[in-house]
């Protein structure tokens, strides 16, 4: 089979002046745009050696969609930001919860009564699953029994040491005898003592039976119904702390060389310094811009070896509960005012 012809395509990327960081991104991505085996099957013609002009219309179509997926907004002009700042780096993000816990039982269990609504806010320490508790009750009082009988046990060979002591001081028994019957008593002890902590055991295991909320925040939809039986640890729904909120931002490689301009001519990069040094506003998708200002809370430590995207953390307040897990907004960052 002969080898395919190589082919070479120009293209006119038309831009402002104002969107020549973002235009100049575009331009590195179609060039190091490669396409996998898999889509080059899908576009390809019946031939196999060439692809149609159809098919290099498909192919451009979906360097455009890897783009867009690249989640890179241009920076905002003067004319749209009305500040006419440089210095603004555009990206997108992804709402996400600052944390988050699964609720789940310690042990296997029937669930008696639910105490939250989907969707409901709740404050730390609220109740919020009610299980079974009758074979826990059981265990105890089984357990109770058990200790009394052990300390019941413990007191008869105290009894019987001390009785025997009084005899060993008149040589009436022997020495042997006598450590035998204080090994007796230390044995009684030690099974009282055992029996205590069952039972303390047991005391524990009914009060887990009434699973709180460990931290404030939004509870999901449950993924159990009351009456369910359940395994250990099974999920029955999970708690989102939603204020202070992170955001899941992705942000191109020549925004992140944009961000290290932010930093004083001449100054070594101090990572404390460059986190505090900048502040990022938020916009929602329909254009509003949030008066809260964030701040970077951590990632950045490596890019996506396919798209050249690093994933970084803003975090922000969220008092008004506004942005929730999902919600794609824009970010901006800038010098925070000395």
């Known amino acids: 089979m002969a080898e395919p012809a190589s082919f070479k395509y120009r293209a006119l990327i038309s831009f402002s002046h104002a969107a020549a960081t973002w235009a100049g991104w575009l331009h590195r991505a179609l060039e190091t745009f490669r396409i996998d085996l898999a889509s080059r099957e899908k576009i390809a013609r019946t031939e196999g050696e060439f692809m149609s002009a159809n098919a290099r219309i498909a192919a451009f179509a979906v360097v455009l969609s890897v783009v867009s997926l690249c989640g890179y907004a241009p920076p905002a002009s003067s004319q749209d930001s009305n500040e006419g700042n440089s210095d603004d780096h555009g990206f997108k993000g992804i709402i996400a919860p600052a944390r988050s816990y699964d609720i789940a039982p310690p042990f296997d269990g029937q669930v008696i009564e639910i105490h939250f609504k989907p969707g409901e806010y709740v404050d730390k320490g609220k109740l919020l699953f009610t299980l079974d508790t009758t074979k826990e009750e059981l265990e105890l009082e089984r357990d109770k029994a058990q200790l009394l009988r052990a300390e019941a046990q413990l007191r008869i060979a105290e009894v019987t040491l001390k009785k025997n002591e009084e005899l060993r001081k008149k040589n009436v028994i022997s020495e042997l005898r006598y450590l035998e019957l204080e090994a007796q008593r230390d044995i009684a002890a030690a099974a009282a003592t055992e029996a205590g902590v069952q039972v303390r055991g047991d005391e524990i295991k009914i009060t887990e039976t009434k699973l709180y909320a460990p931290f404030a925040g939004v509870m999901s939809r449950p993924t159990v119904a009351e009456g369910t039986h359940l395994s250990e640890q099974t999920t029955m729904a999970t708690l989102s702390e939603l204020d202070p909120i992170l955001i899941k931002a992705y942000v191109p490689y020549q925004v992140y060389a944009e961000h290290l301009q932010l930093l004083e001519p001449g100054e070594t990069f101090d990572r404390s310094n460059a986190l505090d040094g900048i502040e990022v506003s938020v916009t929602l998708p329909s254009g509003q811009k949030l008066p809260q200002i964030g701040r970077l ?11 050249q995207v690093m994933e970084v953390l803003v975090e922000i307040p969220n008092p008004n ?18």
Do not use: N
């Open 297 to 307: 809370a951590g990632g950045g430590y490596e890019f996506d070896p396919q798209t």
């Open 321 to 338: 509960l506004l942005l929730r897990p999902g919600l794609a907004v824009t970010l901006v960052a800038t010098r925070k005012p000395e």
